[in-house]
């Protein structure tokens, strides 16, 4: 196994970081390979391999990277990106990473300067303008996957997408939001301005009312007096 390379997915990360991430993962690899190939049991006499591999070892090494990795499978929640028989990305994963790439890929193309690092330059006029239907997509997408995920584990509390897909919808809105400061109009602002200015001049409403109220009181009772 040669050694590992980092996904070009990674725009926001420092080169050097990347290169201290990449020296990171290299040595990971190799010290789980040595770990588990070093796991050898105090006893080989049973035939039988779960006991000779997984008891027999005092550190039993093979069962705490295997409860290690299943681990880390359920809290990133990896199962939500397959299909039901956990074989290949559904097809809502693939579409996504799709768009994700393409929006990516959008950026880089309208980035404006002779450099083409995401962190360097600093006109985004471009990017803003023309990547802002393509970030739209992908967040409405990502919106509705968010739902569809909720209403099919109703019975679990907090239950999120795979990981894959909540890193690169993080990695896109860090980017039009702080790197590019890009901003999305949204459609829903003038009812909403609405609603508020209603709800704030309810109580204005409700006093005027009631002065007019008593005011008109005050009038049949010196009426009435007369």
Not at 33 to 59: F, I, K, T, Y
Not at 135 to 159: D, F, I, V
Not at 167 to 191: E, G
């Amino acid at each position: 196994m040669g050694p590992l390379s980092l996904p070009p997915d990674l725009p926001d990360l420092d080169p050097e970081c990347r290169e201290l991430l990449l020296d990171f993962a290299n040595s990971s690899a190799e010290l789980t390979g040595c770990l588990v190939r070093g796991a050898r049991p105090n006893s080989s006499e049973s035939h039988n391999c779960a006991r000779s591999l997984l008891m027999a070892d005092r550190m039993q090494i093979v069962v705490i990277l295997s409860e290690f990795f299943n681990s880390t499978w359920q809290k990133a929640n990896c199962a939500n990106c397959l299909t039901n028989k956990s074989e290949e990305l559904s097809n809502s994963t693939v579409y996504f990473l799709n768009l994700f790439n393409h929006t990516l890929t959008c950026f880089e193309n309208n980035l404006q300067g002779s450099a083409h690092s995401l962190l360097q330059l600093r006109n985004y006029s471009e990017v803003c303008k023309n990547c802002r239907e393509a970030y739209k997509t992908l967040s409405s997408l990502y919106c509705e996957m968010q739902k569809m995920n909720e209403l099919e584990n109703k019975a679990e509390s907090g239950t999120h997408l795979c990981i894959d897909v909540e890193d690169a919808m993080n990695i896109t809105r860090k980017l039009w939001s702080r790197t590019f400061n890009c901003s999305v109009p949204c459609s829903d602002t003038v009812p909403v301005i609405a609603v508020a200015v209603f709800i704030l001049f309810l109580p204005v409403v409700f006093y005027l009312s009631s002065f007019l109220h008593s005011e008109q009181k005050k009038r049949k009772l010196i009426l009435l007096l007369w």
